[in-house]
């Protein structure tokens, strides 16, 4: 939540996400036979694609000339329609009649809604927001919108990869993080991932492997998963997968949402500044609210329990104000005749140059501060496209980024219909487009002239190349090719595929070896296959014996040996997650309270919520409000409803008794009948604790502690005479994300 909270000292229900629209709907249904009324205005949390034509001109209209407008429901041509709920028949019993043309209309359209979804990348969610340039990136690139100060409209898209558009947001995946930059030079747009490697090294794989870790084609099971055979066959047979196999089994494979997720180009790009000097740059977002995940248990929970966990999310922290940012940053590389740095090569997309060898240099500051109005128009029709440059960023030699520059279009022209995809509005350039480009399926441009190719005279010569860089044109960087023969084989240096991810290894702490080694062992006990198993243990002894021999104990076989040296390598600290602090902005704290609690140490406590810049959600044994009488107390979650996985912190204000709806037939979490605290809330305390998170509470909440078998002292733990400060130790304890150091050490 924004400061605005502590200054405005908000009333109950206020600042919170999901409260209604700014004008109330009425109860009952409105007729508007004779006073028609105009549509419910948008959330104030909502924004759109800016109103420039089809061709990348400022219209200055407003967003809702866009949209469908007036009162009377028509036909799409416009002609008013007196009913549409009833087809035209012969008579009240009578069959349907062809001429119903209304009703085949309405239909049609209707079968046609869906366009094919995206083959990976399927399931996403997006936003609006500005870029800041902080004006450092000059000495390397002079791209307009990395100058100081200047504000560049974006549009970022989050996704999972491997899951249709039904599917879960936590399941175990990497994730998508693309970004459209409608800069003052052309639509610029980095299409990376949350995790800066990729699993091959060559386009020419990528079928392969996406096949590979999609569902099984002959049962199409399992969804958004990489928990299966044909996924570990795989990438146990391409050992250039190793290094980003790893990455997706650390707790990256899981984050806590995406405004906690950190984002990468994962490909080298080159640069180039004013004087035409060349660079070589890697591109790293990071979130101001450090990279954090969740638990694996508790993925498994939210799946179930709110499969739209990160879209909720992250729709939730815009509109309460919490706007999530990101800062961009460069790792820049001589440009050298060997594209290397310190013996890395810097066109292998599965390795990394570490940030303490080549320091990630800030750029500038993302703010996403605007939800979409409508999914589809916007999220679902948005076309990404690494090819999308403007001049002083280029491409390299990348083979895997190769295949990227010709995959991402031809994906556009069959997902959206044809080649104008950049016509949609969340797709225009924000500056004029004179392309020469014609017709085609959705064209909406009207254009004039009678000369669409050059050179030519009918049309006085338009449109003009422009004369040199500085017009602004985008000049690749004339970069020498070296001679060679025309083969299909790698560079040596593509050859070494355990290096890198034994760096991964030791450079995690205990607490995230031990989620890895988990990982690998519930995948892999997920396979059917004997010789997959085996086979991904001799990659894994590669990496590390200890490693290796905890997953297979898990899975119950030997441990092989290594067939390569073990490499020594330094422990990269910026590839761990754990050690720092956090601001806590949006994180969401639950406190729990029933009519026998104290009430006025709930209304202290949701007031230092809102204070810290966090969101506040009462818990009570059923809905409405607490102390009615009083100054009422808005409930937001029931014990029947609530469950631990959507908080990040849990206060109690004493110990609940049980609800009236505490037993098994009605609640399965309550079980049997029991005496003492409702079970529900010993329930959500315990997973709460065993998950790592901020506990606490005041009053005689040391009771439900007891009770829950947990003492009251330890990490992250804290039970005070107040509510205030328990929700000061909470905040404390939540800057560091988890409290691992609760639990003993591996043996």
């Known amino acids: 939540m924004s400061s605005k909270h502590a200054e405005d000292n908000p009333a109950p229900g206020e600042g919170l996400p999901g409260k209604p629209g700014p004008v109330s709907a009425p109860l009952a249904e409105p007729k508007g036979r ?70 085949r209309e309405k239909i049609t359209h209707f079968d046609h809604e869906r366009i094919p979804e995206r083959v990976v990348h399927a399931r996403g969610a997006a936003a609006h927001g500005v870029f800041r340039g902080y004006g450092t990136a000059g000495e390397v690139c002079k791209a307009a919108f990395l100058g100081k100060d200047v504000e560049t409209p974006v549009f970022v898209r989050f996704s999972t990869v491997l899951g249709s558009r039904g599917s879960a947001d936590t399941v175990r995946d990497t994730r998508g993080f693309a970004t459209k930059f409608y800069t003052d030079e052309g639509t610029y747009d980095l299409v990376g991932n949350n995790i800066p490697v990729f699993f091959i090294q060559d386009a020419v794989k990528f079928p392969d492997v996406v096949h590979a870790a999609k569902p099984h084609p002959d049962r199409e099971v399992p969804q958004a998963q990489s928990a299966h055979d044909t996924f570990w066959d795989f990438v146990s047979l391409h ?9 997706n089994m650390s707790d990256r494979g899981i984050p806590r949402s995406y405004r906690m997720m950190e984002g990468f180009g994962v490909h080298t790009f080159r640069l180039v500044n004013a004087a035409g000097e060349t660079a070589l740059a890697k591109f790293h977002w990071k979130p101001k609210l450090g990279v954090h995940s969740l638990v694996w248990e508790e993925a498994q929970l939210i799946c179930g329990m709110d499969p739209d966990f990160h879209r909720r999310d992250l729709y939730d922290a815009i509109e309460g104000g919490a706007h999530p940012q990101w800062e961009l940053g460069v790792q820049v590389f001589p440009d050298t005749p060997e594209q290397a740095f310190e013996g890395i090569d810097l066109l292998d997309p599965t390795k990394i140059v570490p940030e303490e060898r080549a320091p990630v240099q800030p750029i500038g500051m993302m ?12 999220t679902e029709q948005v076309a990404f496209h690494p090819g999308h440059l403007v001049p002083g960023i280029d491409v390299t030699d990348d083979p895997l980024l190769a295949g990227r520059l010709f995959s991402y279009l031809d994906t556009q022209i069959s997902r959206l219909g044809g080649p104008n995809f950049a016509q949609l509005p969340v797709n225009r350039p924000h500056v004029p487009v004179n392309d020469m480009l014609r017709d085609g399926m959705h064209q909406t441009a009207v254009h004039t002239g009678v000369a669409p190719y050059r050179p030519n005279s009918l049309d006085a010569g338009c449109p003009f190349l422009a004369g040199s860089e500085s017009d602004g044109a985008l000049v690749e960087a004339p970069v020498r090719v070296p001679e060679a023969a025309k083969v299909r084989e790698a560079p040596a240096s593509f050859s070494d595929h355990f290096t890198q991810p034994r760096l991964f290894w030791l450079s995690m702490t205990p607490p995230e070896r031990e989620h890895i080694i988990a990982a690998y062992t519930f995948e892999l006990n997920k396979c059917y296959e004997q010789a997959v198993k085996e086979r991904t243990l001799k990659v894994l002894a590669n990496i590390d014996p200890g490693l290796c021999e905890q997953v297979a104990a898990g899975l119950g076989l030997p441990a092989p040996e290594a067939t390569v040296p073990l490499v020594a390598a330094d422990p990269s600290p910026s590839l761990s997650q754990l050690g720092g602090t956090w601001p806590t902005d949006g994180r969401v704290v639950g406190i729990v309270a029933d009519s026998a609690a104290d009430l006025e140490g709930v209304r202290t406590a949701r007031q230092a919520v809102f204070d810290a810049g966090m969101v506040p959600l009462v818990i009570a044994p059923a809905g409405g409000t607490l102390d009615a009488a009083g100054d009422p107390i808005a409930v937001q979650r029931t014990f029947a409803t609530a469950r ?28 049997a009948a029991t005496e003492g605290p409702d079970p529900r809330v010993l329930l959500l305390l315990t997973e709460a604790y065993r998950h790592g998170k901020a506990v606490g509470g005041w009053n005689d909440a040391p009771a439900l502690f007891a009770a829950a078998g947990i003492a009251p002292q330890g990490p992250g733990l804290v039970v005070a005479d107040d509510a205030g400060t328990a929700v000061e130790a909470a905040t404390a304890a939540l800057a560091g994300h988890r409290s691992w150091d609760r639990f003993a050490p591996a043996p």
């Open 34 to 103: 004779q006073q028609p009324e105009r549509p419910l205005p948008p959330k104030p949390d909502q924004d759109g694609p800016e109103t420039v034509s089809p061709t990348g001109q400022a219209t200055g209209a407003d967003q809702a000339r866009r949209a469908q407008g007036g009162t009377y429901l028509t036909t799409a041509q416009g002609t008013r329609l007196y009913d549409s709920d009833h087809s035209l028949k012969a008579g009240a019993r009578g069959p349907v009649l062809l001429q119903d043309h209304h009703l």
């Open 239 to 247: 050992t250039e997968a190793t290094h980003h196999t790893l990455w």
């Open 367 to 378: 703010t996403l501060n605007a939800n979409t109005k409508n999914y589809f128009a916007e």
């Open 644 to 671: 631990s996985v959507e908080f990040d912190a849990v206060l109690f204000a004493g110990t609940p008794a049980p609800g009236d709806d505490a037993y098994g037939a009605r609640d399965a979490k309550a079980g």
